[in-house]
Structure formats: structure tokens, C-alpha cells
């Protein structure tokens, strides 16, 4: 469990 | 972090998606998809539990994957998602 297989961050522009 | 209360920044806005939920900052208009459920109950329950290290109890986290999480948090706080909670807003 890592943080890439936890959250995902998103550029909305 | 673990002995750390922290709570959702109240710009944010949790949607449950069928793989977690997607977070959305108002303010800085940035996007976070959670990507386990785990997580989600995690953040959820930051507000109502003593620290970061109940919150990962009671959503049932393993302890072996707790550096993971520390990780996934520190990432959330990073964009705002999350913030530390101060006393005042520690008794609601």
C-alpha cells in the first residue's frame, strides 16, 4: 500500500 | 503525524465514487481521487477521532500498511485537502 495506490491527484486545467 | 489530530478542510467536498470518492478543494479548485475505500472512512472519520492513528483503527487499516496512509495523508495535506485540527475545532 502506497501512496500512488491511494490517492490520485488530478490537474483539472 | 499518527498522534496528530487533523480534519476535512472544510472547502472540500467528498464524492463516493464506486472505487472511493473524489475530493474537490473549492478553493484551490484541485481534484484528488481516493482510491480505496479504506481511505475515504479514513479521512471521513479524521473529525471525529482523537488522532490519525484512531481514525486508522476504526476504518480497520492494517498497521502494516499505516506508513502507506501517513503517505496518502501527507499528500492530502500537501493540496489542502486535510489540515491539522486546532483545539477550538476540536470541540464541536
Known sequence: VTSESLIEEVSID | MLGEPWTLSPAVALRPEPFGA???????????????????????????????????????VPEAQWPGYVDALAGLAAADMIRPRTMEGAVA
Not at chain 2, 479521512?43 to 483503527?57: E, F, I, Q, S, Y
Open chain 2, 22 to 60: 473524489m475530493a474537490y478543494h473549492f478553493g484551490n479548485r484541485k481534484l484528488t481521487f481516493l482510491k480505496r475505500m479504506e481511505l475515504v472512512q479514513v479521512v471521513r472519520g479524521l473529525a471525529d477521532h482523537a488522532d490519525v492513528r484512531a481514525a486508522l483503527v476504526a476504518a480497520g
